[in-house]
């Protein structure tokens, strides 16, 4: 089982690459469902999301290959499969952005449940009622979600709360719903705005997204697209927070600062010098590390993605602070681990105070969750000694090599293989 062995107490210095969105990447895959051409993704980055996003498309009757930075997904020749099986959805509770695209394409799915996952009980209520609203008649039955529709049609839907793949199933399946659609309280998170310029691009017709309400005007059909992927921001952030709490002076090249506002004023508060230098973004912390308050919330709030590895960095900053967990119900489970190393954490329901604390000392720590993961990373790249991280299947499904991103910047940190259970 492999796992990350990183010794503390280095700055980084150096270039590191940003890559493509895990999470526009998985919307956009499941996009060329809606078209039977063939359609190529580029900057995609090499991650267990993506493979398990065309494994599943594999499964559903699409040739996929995948040759990272690109994704190819090739013309519809077989009769489709319009079913994503429990096995391959319990891997990736984001496969559900299949059911919209099926639906709409095929006039039928069965998609198993994506289930709870660590971070909370992640339903999908709100992706159901939507698509009830274009005419699909939806059936919940021994674990798999069953839609069957005519030619869907065009509704008006508001959305209880913002969810960004709830958004996504609809925009999807409304690019090619008969008539306009209008999907009012959505997310509004850089990604949306993301798949929104593919379907735009395959010929449907959206209007508004990132904002709360987006104007769909559905295609009778749709062409394949070649699109590059945006930058990960999340990616960049968390690189941002390895600085912050590292120190060092790091060029980020390819990071997107306008998606990343939220968190760079934030980081800023606490120390942070972030500039865009060209087609870089310099981040750099050699001063004092101050602790700042943050709540999460949908874009453009502070993002429940940076959440950890905010808190990783607020461990070793000076003073106290509090971080509110709005989105998920369950997103703390980093904070045993840290504390293992040292850290001065206490949690009250969806709030975790932060006293900072002069070191941290390594440890050997479990990741639980993708975020959780380079959470630990990063209080790893500041803590006394090896801290060993294991479980990095969770960081390898949303982090690319992220080994080797740190340690091409002067980071002490490799893969290692460890005999024994995980
Ligand atoms: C997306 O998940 C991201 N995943 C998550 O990133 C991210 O944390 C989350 O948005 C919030 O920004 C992808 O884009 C693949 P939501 P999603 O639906 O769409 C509730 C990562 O680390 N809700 O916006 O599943 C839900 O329980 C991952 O990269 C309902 O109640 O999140 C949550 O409290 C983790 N009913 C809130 O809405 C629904 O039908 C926001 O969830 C849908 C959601």
Known sequence: MDAIAVRG??????????????????????????????????????????????????????????AVPEVRVAAATREARPEAPYELVRQMRASVLVLGPLLARYGRAKVSLPGGCAIGARPIDQHLKGLEALGATIEVSHGYVIAKAGRLRGAEIVFDLPTVTGTENLLMAAALAKGRTTLINCAREPEVEELARVLNKMGARVEGAG????????????????????????????FMAAVGAAGGDVLLENAPLEDLEPVIVKLRHAGLFIEREGSHVRVVREGPLRAVDVTTAPHPGFPTDMQAQLMAMMCVAEGRCVLTETIFENRFMHVPELCRMGADIEIRNNTAFVQGVKSLSGASVMATDLRASASLIIAGLVAEGETTVRRVYHLDRGYERIEVKLAGAGAQIERVRLEGPP
Do not use: Q, Y
Request: hydrophobic share 40%; proline share 5%; glycine share 12%.
């Open 211 to 238: 904002t709360t309400t987006i104007h769909v005007t559905g295609a009778d059909e749709l062409e394949p697209f070649d699109h590059a992927v945006v930058s990960d921001r999340i990616e960049a952030g968390t």
């Open 9 to 66: 107490g280095r700055p980084l210095r150096g270039t590191i690459r940003v890559g493509g969105a895990k999470n526009a990447a998985l919307p956009i895959l499941c996009a060329t469902l809606l078209s039977d051409g063939e359609s190529l993704l580029r900057n995609v980055p090499g991650l267990r999301d993506i493979d398990t996003t065309s494994a599943l498309l594999g499964f559903l009757g699409r040739d996929v290959t995948v």
